[in-house]
């Protein structure tokens, strides 16, 4: 029988390495671009916005999740290889 | 009419129906998610998911060359066999459709096959090894990875955001969710949109009406992207309801987390030459994403009956496929019968949907897939 461990293992890592990372990555642009927190004192309520650096921050690995999404347009479409 | 032009007709005919089972049973691996947590109208996801499966269909430049990939010995393949196989692949669909269970519909098709080409080519036919090494060994696989990823995934993200399900963060999460279940549909699109393809161009080759060693013929590609995108669009929300709230109550971080993981994972296999079941990894991932929250409400229960209908899915469809090809082998009235069979068994089947129906309005209502009318269900 000819069972290709090696792609197996190959497939699993990536899998798992890929899934982490960009959840990561992204989960750190979600949290430095809600870092500014929340005021609910007057009974509604209102979002704070974040600091300026923490925004670029945020948006920065929004950028690169986007990166990876377009990425993976790249390996779906075959018409790019 | 010639009769190789009446069984060609009529392999086409149940193989755009196949494509049509297969979109419904599929649209849920993308869009079960999405729905569950309202990042998407249930209505919207699946006219989504149907558009990108048909842009996928599209865009498959390379059709299967072989049908089984090597499971069945496809020189020994004829159509009549492929008419039973599909047929098996078919009513099997529409059973586990019909109890909400998320099932692989390739493990659907080569089960049919299996089962028509045992009764009309004999067990030298079929390659068990390949059958343990293409689809028994993967399918422990996918879910195990899938939902590890997912776990570590969900597991990380709930560390770094301990809100992560309010607002505004969970607005974030609903909208990379649309993306990455997007994502999911075109890469199904490309895979499970040309099988069909492949399945319908190689009946007109045996057939002698195509010539052999080219590609599928436009109107081959319309039809069956049409077929798979129709049956996305009618959203098979049985299973739809299963995947998205019976396994896990999904909250819009975990759905991103697992629909990453189903689109890493695909994206992974199909790269790296060790193909996964889309259906088992998405189901996979689901778990995951629930084992990986704290707290979060696992229900055991349904997924239990989810690995039993991936058990039963391989012989269950061989059994059909190989009582469809003893019939359909015996001559023209033999197809005429199976092919009445599979759409009396096809109406019988949606007539009992009818009796617990899940629909657009009602995907989110319940946990639970019955077929017995339910009275509190209406109440609610």
Known sequence: ?81 | MSTTLFLVSLVIITALFFDFTNGFHDSANAMATSVATGALKPKVAVLIAAVLNVAGAFLSTEVAKTISGGIVNDALVTPTMIFAGLVGAILWNLMTWLLGLPSSSSHALFGGLIGAVLIGAGASGVNFSVVVSKILLPAVVAPVVAALAAGAATYILYKMIKRADDEPQAGWFRHAQSVSASMVALAHGTSDGQKTMGVITLVLITAGYQESGTGPQFWVVATAGLAIGLGTYSGGWRIMRTMGKGIVDVKAPQGFAAETTSAAAILASSHMGFGLSTTQVCSGSILGSGVGKKLAHVRWTTARKILYGWLLTLPAAALVGGAAAAIALTGTIGLIIVFAALVAGALAIYAISKRAPVSSTNVNDSADVTIKPDKAEVTV
């Open chain 1, 1 to 81: 029988m000819n069972i290709d461990w090696a792609s197996l293992a190959l497939v699993a890592i990536t899998t798992v390495v890929a899934a982490v990372a960009i959840v990561g990555i992204f989960s750190l642009g979600v949290t430095a671009l809600t870092s500014g927190g929340q005021d609910d004192s007057g009974g509604t309520v209102v979002h704070r916005p974040a600091q300026p650096i923490a925004k670029l921050a945020g948006y920065l690995c929004v950028g690169i999740s986007g990166l990876l999404v377009l990425y993976g347009l790249y390996l779906i479409i075959p018409q790019f290889h």
